[in-house]
């Protein structure tokens, strides 16, 4: 029974985190305000504990952002898009620092150049496994816009794609 449940897991929990992202975004179109005061370091460290499969550190100050309970949807795609995508050997950082930055990096295979470019877009068509991890960087993308602020890729090592990915948000600070 535990080994059929940790199979099944990865499945549920994806199942009820779309349904919740469908719902915030349901929300904010008749009007709900994703303004809500959510501390960073307490969704991130809750993300790594669930994240048991992935080799994760946090380092960071804790900073309170503007954003709801979906920030944490944002972290559990970039780390397991990570996982998935960088192997079971894969190491993944998570570093919040000044003005409000979060990053999220892996010393995996990294993301080709030319896929770079609509890495964030919905996916259409063409290879299911690349398409998953569009349609789970395209709702990161749309929950941090959503909170005001931005999300894009960087190489982990500047000018060597194959030596992994960071990917970098900006939030609002809470007042």
Same mark, same amino acid.
Request: glycine letters at 10%; proline letters at 5%.
């Given at each position: 029974?535990? #080994?059929?449940?940790? /199979? ?6 994806? &199942? ?6 469908? &719902? ?5 179109e /008749?009007?709900?305000?994703p303004?809500? $005061? ?12 669930? $994240?048991?499969?992935?080799? =994760?550190? +946090? ?9 709801d309970?979906l920030? $944490? ?5 970039l ?5 998935k ?13 000044e *003005? ?5 990096e ?8 030319e896929?770079?470019? +609509?890495?964030?877009? *919905? ?9 998953s991890?569009? #349609? ?10 959503? +909170? ?6 960087e190489? *982990? ?8 990915? =960071?990917?970098?948000? =900006? #939030?609002?600070?809470a007042?």
């Amino acid at each position: 029974a535990t #080994l059929l449940l940790d /199979i099944m897991r990865p499945d549920i929990n994806n &199942a009820d985190n779309v349904a919740n992202l469908y &719902a915030g975004l349901l929300a904010t179109e /008749i009007g709900g305000d994703p303004g809500l $005061s959510c501390s960073r370091r307490r969704v991130i460290r809750g993300e790594i504990e669930r $994240s048991l499969e992935a080799r =994760t550190t +946090y380092t960071g100050r804790p900073v309170e952002v503007l954003a709801d309970d979906l920030l $944490s949807e944002v972290f559990t795609n970039l780390i397991g898009n990570a996982v998935k995508f960088g192997g079971p050997e894969v190491r993944v950082t998570i570093r919040v620092e000044e *003005r409000e930055l979060a990053s999220v990096e892996d010393n995996g295979p990294g993301i080709p150049d030319e896929e770079k470019s +609509y890495l964030f877009a *919905r996916f259409n068509g063409g290879d299911n496994e690349k398409n998953s991890r569009r #349609l789970g960087l395209y709702i990161c993308r749309t929950l941090i816009e959503r +909170y005001g602020g931005g999300i894009w890729l960087e190489d *982990r090592v500047p000018g060597h794609p194959e030596s992994g990915a =960071t990917i970098r948000f =900006t #939030l609002r600070k809470a007042p």
